[in-house]
Every structure is written in structure tokens, then in C-alpha cells.
């Protein structure tokens, strides 16, 4: 069975996989990558498809598409299959009160995709919860629990899982407080949402108001009658430094263990792409969202070939502006911002 990407993947472009297998249960998504394995198959795994850009070629190989569903809750920990979706988890952990989780309201995605990422939103990451993973060892033909401690997570959307296709996540078990009063607050925009402090705590529940109507501002909520959600959220990883070049000394800056983090948003608006940027680019079916600068959109239409171009575009103004090359966050396949500009574009893309 035949399935196009545009209907697997939240930006809506790509060509079609050569094989489709849905794995309802986990014992059928280990029983499907061991299959694809056996017989040399190339394999693409994926739950929402919120973090992958795929090229207009497709992929030649078995796309597995994991709806594993089980969620359950013994005490304080928390056992999740890579299917669920994300907010869904949020949602029960809370009702069942237990906090932690509700400033990673609204993410896009299924659970499996967490910790790959180490996703993190306004103070919180996946790691802070995390106590293991279970995963299916592609190399040994095992099932095997890896450890919070032993995954690698550095800062936000690192983790040995990341670019790694050894692994295949399975479950997640989560350790959460009971308590319906969230952490310290550590992020400023949801402390000034919130009406508190730096540091003070708020209810679960108002955090989690809180955080759904920041992601709603910012088009990060998944709609699809808003094309400034067809996307795959934030595009480029927010750039760290050793040295903090001499063009971006305006530029806000944060510590981090490599250097000095710098904000990809801010360098995109500052180097002359405004949210909305691309009408008129190109056909105008890819733009930055029209609500913040860090998304690349699909306006309906768009191939992959315009996504990586506009992207490309996009790369190349922040370096000319700031002697800053970004990276892109999402993963890509069969296809890069190193792509031949499509005939069509040519000129099109310069400036």
C-alpha cells in the first residue's frame, strides 16, 4: 500500500512512500521494523509526522506509521505508548492529579517523539519527567530499557535517540508529583501570562490555559484552517556559538553549555524576513508564518522542492546579515536545503 506525505506529515508535502504498514500496538511496531530489517528494507518511522519535512521523490522504502495507544497510570508513574498523542497525556496526567507536564500543553505529536527531541516549552523538558524508555535495539533485535540518565539529554531537542536510527521508541515512563500547583515559573512570557513572578507557582490548570493561549498566539496550535500551522513548528534550531560574531552583537544572547545560544527568530526578523515573509517569493505557496518568523509554512500547494528553497533562502539572508549559518531543527528526508533550486525558482530566490 501507497501513502503520499502530504497527508503524514503536519507541512503537508512530499512524494509517496512506496509501502504504508500502520502498527496499532506496540507488539506490532517492533514486528514490523524487525520485518523491514530482515529483508533490507529502508524503513521511516513516524507518529504525526510534526517534525519531518519529505521530498517531492518520496521514499522508496516502508513509511511505519506507529497508533499505538496504551496510556497507564500505577501511582506516580505514568506508562505511555509512542502512539499517543501528546496532549492527550498532558490532559490525563492532569486529571488524575498529577503535575508537571502542563507547560508542555499543545505540542503537536505523539509521546514517542518526546524524548528524541527532549521537547521543551516555556521552563519545562521532556528529561525533567522522564524516568525510562523502553526501545526496540535495531542492532541486537531486542527490547530493552534505557534509563533517563543514560539517554543522552542535553539541552532542549538533544538526546542520543536524535539523527539515530538504532533505536525505536516504544513507551515512556514517567515519574510526576502529585500536586495540583505547578513548578516555579521559568519562563517570562508565561509568568507575565500568568500574572506572577519569576519563580513563583500557579495552578496546573491555569498554567496550562496559560501556555495554550501563548501557543495559539503563535500559530503553534494545530489547525487545519490556519496555514500558519502547516508547518513543522520552529524550523531552525536556535544557533550556539563559541564566539558571538561581531554583526550579531545586537543580538540576544543566553548562556549554554557550548558557548552562547542565540535566538533563530530574532536573527531571521532582524535580517529582513518579517512574519509572513514570501508572498512574494516564488509562487507565494511558502512563507514564514504570518505570527512568528521561526515557522516555514505551506500556504496550500507547496512542494517540498519550495519548502527547501524558501528555507535555503531564508539560511542564506541570516548568514549574509550575521555570519550565522542555521541549522535546520526537523529532520529531512530525501531532501535539503543543499538541493538544486528548482529552474522554475531561479532568481526567485535571491535577495
Known amino acids: 500500500m501507497r501513502k503520499s506525505f502530504t497527508e503524514l506529515t503536519t507541512i503537508r508535502v512530499g512524494g509517496e512512500a512506496a509501502d504504508y504498514v500502520v502498527a496499532e500496538t506496540t507488539s506490532e511496531l517492533v514486528d514490523a521494523v524487525a520485518q523491514a530489517d530482515a529483508t533490507g528494507t529502508p524503513l521511516v518511522v513516524l507518529g504525526e509526522g510534526s517534525n519531518l519535512v519529505v521530498g517531492d521523490a518520496g521514499f522508496d522504502g516502508v513509511a511505519i506509521h506507529v497508533k499505538s495507544s496504551g496510556l497507564d497510570i500505577d501511582g506516580e508513574m505514568v506508562h505511555v505508548d509512542a502512539g499517543v498523542h501528546w496532549d492527550d497525556v498532558v490532559v490525563t496526567t492532569l486529571e488524575a492529579g498529577l503535575g508537571g507536564l502542563e507547560p508542555l500543553s499543545g505540542i503537536p505529536g505523539s509521546a514517542?517523539?518526546?524524548?528524541?527531541?527532549?521537547?521543551?516549552?516555556?521552563?519545562?523538558?521532556?528529561?525533567?519527567?522522564?524516568?525510562?524508555?523502553?526501545?526496540?535495539?535495531?542492532?541486537?533485535?531486542?527490547?530493552?530499557?534505557?534509563?533517563?540518565?543514560?539517554?543522552?539529554?542535553?539541552?532542549?531537542?538533544?538526546?542520543?535517540?536524535?539523527r539515530?536510527?538504532?533505536?525505536?521508541?516504544?513507551?515512556?515512563?514517567?515519574?510526576?508529583?502529585?500536586?495540583?500547583?505547578?513548578?516555579?515559573?521559568?519562563?517570562?512570557?508565561?509568568?507575565?501570562?500568568?500574572?506572577?513572578?519569576?519563580?513563583?507557582?500557579?495552578?496546573?490548570?491555569?498554567?496550562?490555559?496559560?501556555?495554550?493561549?501563548?501557543?495559539?498566539?503563535?500559530?503553534?496550535?494545530?489547525?487545519?484552517?490556519?496555514?500558519?500551522?502547516?508547518?513543522?513548528?520552529?524550523?531552525?534550531?536556535?544557533?550556539?556559538?563559541?564566539?558571538?560574531?561581531?554583526?550579531?552583537?545586537?543580538?540576544?544572547?543566553?548562556?549554554?553549555?557550548?558557548?552562547?545560544?542565540?535566538?533563530a527568530a530574532w536573527l531571521i526578523q532582524h535580517a529582513g524576513f518579517p512574519p509572513g515573509y514570501g508572498a512574494d517569493w516564488g509562487r507565494g505557496r511558502v512563507r514564514l508564518s504570518t505570527k512568528h518568523s521561526l515557522a516555514v509554512t505551506n500556504r496550500g500547494g507547496a512542494t517540498a522542492a519550495e519548502v527547501m528553497a524558501f528555507a535555503a533562502h531564508i539560511r542564506a539572508g541570516v548568514q549574509r546579515a550575521f555570519d550565522i549559518?542555521?541549522?535546520?531543527?526537523?529532520?529531512?528526508?530525501?531532501?535539503?536545503?543543499?538541493?538544486?533550486?528548482?529552474?522554475?525558482?531561479?532568481g526567485a530566490t535571491t535577495g
Not at 514517542?112 to 527531541?117: E, Y
Not at 525533567?128 to 542535553?154: N, S
Not at 539515530?164 to 515512556?172: D, H, K
Not at 549559518?325 to 522554475?344: G, K, M
Open 112 to 162: 514517542g517523539g518526546t524524548p528524541i527531541q527532549n521537547v521543551g516549552a516555556y521552563g519545562a523538558l521532556t528529561s525533567q519527567f522522564l524516568d525510562h524508555v523502553t526501545v526496540y535495539d535495531r542492532k541486537i533485535g531486542e527490547v530493552v530499557d534505557i534509563a533517563a540518565a543514560d539517554c543522552g539529554f542535553g539541552v532542549h531537542r538533544t538526546s542520543m535517540f536524535k
Open 164 to 263: 539515530n536510527n538504532r533505536y525505536v521508541v516504544l513507551r515512556l515512563h514517567f515519574r510526576l508529583a502529585r500536586t495540583t500547583v505547578s513548578r516555579p515559573v521559568a519562563y517570562a512570557a508565561l509568568a507575565d501570562h500568568l500574572g506572577v513572578a519569576m519563580g513563583d507557582t500557579a495552578p496546573v490548570t491555569r498554567v496550562r490555559e496559560a501556555v495554550l493561549a501563548l501557543r495559539r498566539q503563535r500559530g503553534m496550535l494545530l489547525d487545519e484552517t490556519d496555514h500558519d500551522t502547516w508547518s513543522v513548528g520552529s524550523f531552525f534550531l536556535n544557533p550556539v556559538v563559541p564566539q558571538v560574531p561581531e554583526k550579531a552583537k545586537g543580538c540576544p544572547a543566553y548562556p549554554d553549555d557550548g558557548g552562547t545560544k542565540l535566538p
Open 325 to 346: 549559518r542555521l541549522e535546520p531543527e526537523c529532520d529531512l528526508l530525501n531532501c535539503s536545503l543543499d538541493d538544486p533550486v528548482p529552474a522554475w525558482l531561479t
